[in-house]
């Protein structure tokens, strides 16, 4: 499709909305089932449609994926589960345009989350995307005025968000047990493997590659710049940090109750792997606050690290603390707590280092989705908002834009961007491809 084809049809989509989605805020009875559309299904996005197939008031009615070869497997996996089988679709825009379906999931990579979450507001669908929000920090906000302007549901996939643990633990710190916070650290630790070196190959049969890159540079196709390997490269997504370390970031900014930090200072490298990865192995951030200092940590390359273990999630099993590779640590004048995600629990211990309260943890990821479907009928904003999540992705974008810089950056609360920085300001916005851009006014 040419750049003239799909502005008009964006334009097209965009009205439509604007006239219609008043009249669906209210539209689902309490009994009636809501109808989901999926855009990308190879890994994320399946594990999140079998979930949500299992459910007795969802109706699972599209799969949109570019790589027609990952359907059959995945169609067949949800009728098993719901009886029913999706219909495939290669191009995600003619899903937005069914006026059946009540929301759609986004699990894309990174940098097609913006204008997936803005084009499917315009069409009038609520909208669960994956972390992190976006691509950059301006389509970020975008995401925002959309979701705000067409009056949409926009849940994002931090689940810990909706974990009754985690909101005990909130409560706990702002109950001022642990007394004023003035120094916390996050953990991104574990063992990943390498992708190797991989050569430009014709494009697999059937495969929309073009599409796929989007609003990415125009690019031969290469493996390592396509299923999940991208997540390591600029252009797609911000490495490990942007990727598994903003769940941690999340319930930091959360436990901390804070926004902008003053500023920003990132260091770290390709230490271990000497593959086709761009986006480092080993990362530390430091984010300065007023009265406040917090640190991220990741090392990519360690075997006894780990997260909390999937069996330990759903038991009243408390994390190794010393090796758990996704734990968050806060430093209070009275008590210090370690607080686990996506399930396992908190503890924290008093000056003598005994243990004075805990929280047991459940994996979250039913009660998320649960949310989502709730404030669907209700139009209540979800427990993760995408306003609040994309606060908490600039912690991890403001670290990034820090390393690629090489120094330490000042943050303009007003504009979200740096303080007289023109090179880490040029990091705000991305440039775009046509006709995939996301829209100065959405």
Same mark, same amino acid.
């Given at each position: ?17 604007? $006239?219609? %989605? ?7 009875? =309490?009994? &009636?089932? #809501?109808?989901? !559309?999926?855009? /990308? ?116 996939? $931090?689940? %810990? ?7 005990? =633990?909130? &409560?706990? #710190?702002?109950? !001022?047990?642990? /007394? ?263």
């Amino acid at each position: 499709m040419d750049r003239r084809t799909f502005i008009k049809q964006t334009g097209k989509t965009a009205a439509a909305a604007a $006239a219609t %989605s008043a009249f669906s805020i209210n539209a689902l009875g =309490a009994n &009636e089932k #809501i109808t989901l !559309g999926f855009m /990308g299904i190879k890994d994320r996005g399946y594990w999140v449609a079998q979930r949500f197939a299992a459910k007795p008031n969802v109706n699972i009615k599209t799969f949109a994926d570019l790589d027609p070869r990952v359907f059959e497997e995945r169609l067949k996996g949800i009728e098993d589960i719901c009886g029913k089988r999706p219909q495939p679709e290669d191009d995600f825009r003619r899903m937005f345009e069914d006026k059946d379906i009540d929301a759609v999931v986004i699990a894309t990579p990174d940098h097609w989350h913006a204008l997936g979450t803005i084009l499917a507001c315009q069409a009038g669908k609520d909208v669960y995307v994956e972390k992190p929000t976006a691509h950059s920090i301006w389509e970020s906000r975008k995401m925002i005025e959309a979701a705000r302007k067409y009056n949409r549901v926009v849940q994002v996939g $931090a689940q %810990s968000r909706s974990g009754p643990y985690m909101q005990e =633990a909130i &409560e706990y #710190i702002r109950n !001022g047990n642990i /007394g004023d916070i003035h120094f916390a650290r996050v953990h991104n630790c574990k063992m990943r493997t390498s992708i190797g070196k991989k050569p430009n190959e014709p494009v697999p049969d059937g495969v929309n590659y073009d599409m796929w890159l989007g609003p990415a540079k125009e690019r031969p196709f290469n493996e390592n710049h396509f299923h999940y390997a991208w997540h390591w490269f600029w252009e797609y997504s911000g490495g490990d940090i942007i990727n598994d370390g903003v769940h941690q970031v999340d319930l930091l900014r959360w436990c901390l109750d804070k926004d902008y930090p003053n500023s920003v200072y990132s260091t770290g490298g390709m230490h271990f792997f000497h593959d086709d990865q761009e986006t480092p192995d080993t990362q530390v951030v430091t984010w300065e606050y007023d009265n406040l200092t917090a640190v991220f940590e990741q090392t990519l390359w360690a075997p006894y690290m780990k997260k909390t273990p999937w069996e330990d999630r759903d038991h009243d099993i408390l994390p190794n603390w010393p090796f758990n590779g996704t734990r968050i640590e806060l430093y209070g004048t009275k008590q210090r707590m370690h607080v686990s995600r996506h399930g396992g629990g908190w503890e924290a211990f008093d000056a003598d280092g005994k243990q004075v309260a805990v929280g047991q943890g459940r994996h979250p990821h039913e009660p998320h989705f649960d949310n989502f479907l709730e404030c669907i009928k209700t139009r209540e904003k979800p427990n993760s908002d995408i306003e609040e999540l994309h606060l908490s992705t600039l912690l991890c974008m403001y670290g990034n834009i820090s390393y690629r810089t090489g120094r330490r950056l000042f943050i303009d609360k007003k504009t979200e961007g740096f303080v007289d920085d023109d090179e880490a300001n040029g990091y705000v916005k991305r440039k775009y491809r046509e006709p995939w851009v996301v829209p100065e006014v959405v």
